[in-house]
């Protein structure tokens, strides 16, 4: 059998009387909730899957305290037990500290690229620059020939 099977198994009680689910939803103080009432909203509320994960132990007092109760010819009140371990839970502060990561990882990408860019800036910027001295050197090579011509018989 399944830990929740079991745990169900031990809420059976709660599922036994009757659905009071109207009054549930009014808002009230737990204290002025019946016991069972309260129990039944919790499991209502931990059985909702949520983004982490919950783990329902089996519990032996669970198992003891159902076989007595079916022993028992007495109408006493039964406490209903539930042995629950939240292993994750997904708060803001972690949702915070993971978006830092994460806007920390994209500063660094941008400055690589910044750091690209800016090199290939300079690259374009000194190849102008030797095209632009190359180009000045070649017109003053032709202004040579040319007054070299004119001066030639």
Same mark, same amino acid.
Request: charged share 30%.
């Given at each position: 059998?399944? #830990?929740?099977? %079991?745990? =169900?198994?031990?809420?059976?009680?709660?599922?036994?009387? +009757? /659905?009071?689910? /109207?009054? *549930?939803?009014?808002? $009230? #103080? !737990?204290?002025?909730?019946?016991? !069972?009432?309260?129990? @039944? %909203?919790?499991?209502?509320?931990?059985?909702? +899957? +949520?983004?982490?994960?919950?783990?329902?132990? &089996?519990?032996?007092?669970?198992?003891?305290?159902? #076989?007595? *109760?079916?022993?028992? /010819?007495?109408?006493?009140? $039964?406490?209903?037990?539930? =042995?629950?371990?939240?292993?994750?839970?997904?708060? *803001?502060?972690?949702?915070?500290?993971?978006? &830092?990561?994460?806007? /920390?990882?994209?500063?660094?990408?941008?400055?690589?690229?910044? !750091?690209?860019?800016? *090199?290939? @800036?300079?690259?374009?910027? =000194?190849?102008?620059?030797?095209? =632009?001295?190359?180009?000045?050197?070649?017109?003053?090579? %032709?202004?040579?020939?040319?007054?070299? $011509?004119?001066?030639?018989?």
């Amino acid at each position: 059998m399944t #830990s929740q099977g %079991n745990t =169900s198994k031990a809420l059976s009680d709660i599922g036994k009387r +009757p /659905n009071t689910r /109207n009054r *549930s939803r009014e808002i $009230q #103080s !737990f204290e002025d909730m019946p016991h !069972f009432e309260v129990a @039944k %909203n919790v499991w209502e509320q931990i059985s909702k +899957p +949520p983004k982490g994960g919950i783990v329902i132990k &089996e519990n032996p007092t669970i198992d003891e305290h159902n #076989s007595l *109760s079916k022993h028992s /010819n007495e109408e006493a009140p $039964q406490p209903n037990i539930m =042995s629950v371990i939240v292993t994750y839970v997904d708060t *803001s502060k972690d949702r915070m500290v993971e978006l &830092e990561k994460k806007v /920390n990882m994209l500063m660094k990408a941008i400055e690589e690229r910044d !750091f690209e860019i800016a *090199s290939l @800036k300079n690259h374009i910027e =000194s190849r102008d620059a030797a095209e =632009s001295s190359h180009t000045h050197t070649i017109k003053n090579v %032709n202004k040579v020939k040319a007054i070299m $011509q004119e001066s030639q018989p």
